[in-house]
Nanobody, 124 residues
């Protein structure tokens, strides 16, 4: 079993920055999960992929809507994945979820473990 706990969300103004944290525990993270990702879900919308990263950080993937503004990175020694969010827009308002899986893809169903989510609200 793997437990994921997100933190770092909050209320900010458009143009501000936030850094989200996802700390993993439980099953050894040595070499697994291969992929860690951030998803988000806005009210009345489906959950969508935001960004993902492989265990070795050799590969990252971003949704077009956040490319150039968000950066995902990880510290395997701390079992932590980060999402640095810059130039935030009201459209970024959502609950952000951390997920762990065996392959870096954008499909929700490919991820085995999920955190409880952290709320990000961006005011205009």
């Amino acid at each position: 079993q793997v437990q994921l706990v997100e933190s770092g969300g909050g209320l900010v103004q458009a143009g501000d920055s936030l850094r989200l944290f996802c700390v993993g525990s439980g099953r050894t993270f040595s070499g697994w999960p291969v992929a860690m990702a951030w998803f988000r879900q806005a009210p009345g919308k489906e959950r969508e992929f935001v960004a993902g990263i492989t265990w070795t950080s050799s590969s990252t993937n971003y949704a077009d809507s956040v490319k150039g503004r968000f950066t995902i990175f990880r510290d395997n020694a701390k079992n932590t994945v980060y999402l640095q969010m810059n130039s935030l827009e009201p459209e970024d308002t959502a609950v952000y979820y951390c997920a762990a899986g065996s392959v870096l893809v954008r499909r929700i169903g490919s991820y085995d473990y999920w955190g409880q989510g952290t709320q990000v609200t961006v005011s205009s």
